[in-house]
């Protein structure tokens, strides 16, 4: 029989019986070697070395043990950024940062019909998404006195949780939140960073 048998050759073999076939070869050494060394560790364990694998005369296996088994899964971030507008997108939530320059005029949290247009359209990935509840968090810079700057931040969080709440209705939860200037993303001290320190960020869960 061909040494390699197992490797389906027909032409009219099912798709995906070699990857399976693959993956069982591939198994099969691991359990094999995982047996090993669990023999090994036991005859170790007892004070009795091993030779080539198998235990001296007398020698006894230890219970087996499992020691500090530990599973990391690490979070997976994709990132898609312009001057006004940033996504973020990990494996249990979807941020979108919107830049107050888009949304409202200097000092005001009335929003532009532009700025409703676009939170209407990320109202439809909310949607698409089934999200049961999103957190819309405002911010602003460091210009004016820190009581202004929440309370400011705040209202426009409002402005853009009223054009969400119009567009996905009541079912949803809704968490409004005013930082003010804590949190800045980028340097204060320049017209630019200022900038971007003015912003609204809708928060929401999805599934993967």
């Known amino acids: 029989m061909n040494k390699h048998s197992w490797i389906p050759t027909s032409d009219k073999a099912a798709p995906g019986r070699l990857a399976v076939n ?12 995982l ?16 030779t080539d694998g198998r235990l001296q005369p007398g020698a006894t296996l230890a219970p087996p043990v499992v020691k500090d088994l530990r599973v990391v899964i690490t979070d997976v971030i994709a990132v ?6 940033r996504r973020e997108d990990t494996n249990d939530q979807v941020r ?4 107050a320059k888009i949304l409202f005029r200097k000092d005001s ?5 532009a ?12 949607r698409t998404a089934r999200s049961p509840k999103i957190v819309i968090a ?26 969400l709440r119009q567009e996905l209705g009541a ?38």
């Open 96 to 99: 979108v940062t919107l830049g």
């Open 171 to 208: 079912s949803v939860t809704y968490t409004v939140q005013g930082f003010g200037e804590a949190h800045p993303i980028a340097d204060n001290k320049t017209r630019s960073g200022r900038e971007l320190n003015r912003r609204v960020s809708i928060t929401y869960p999805v599934q993967r």
């Open 138 to 163: 405002g911010y602003t810079d460091d210009l004016g006195s820190a009581a202004h700057g929440l309370t400011l931040s705040r209202q426009r969080a409002e402005a853009v949780r009223d054009v």
């Open 109 to 113: 949290a009335e929003l532009s019909p």
């Open 22 to 33: 693959l993956c069982t070869a591939m198994i099969v050494p691991a359990a094999l070697l």
């Open 115 to 126: 700025a409703r247009a676009r939170i209407r359209d990320v109202s439809r990935d909310i």
């Open 35 to 50: 047996a090993l060394t669990a023999t090994t560790t036991g005859a170790q364990a007892e004070g009795n070395p091993a």
């Open 80 to 85: 898609s950024s312009t001057r006004d507008e």
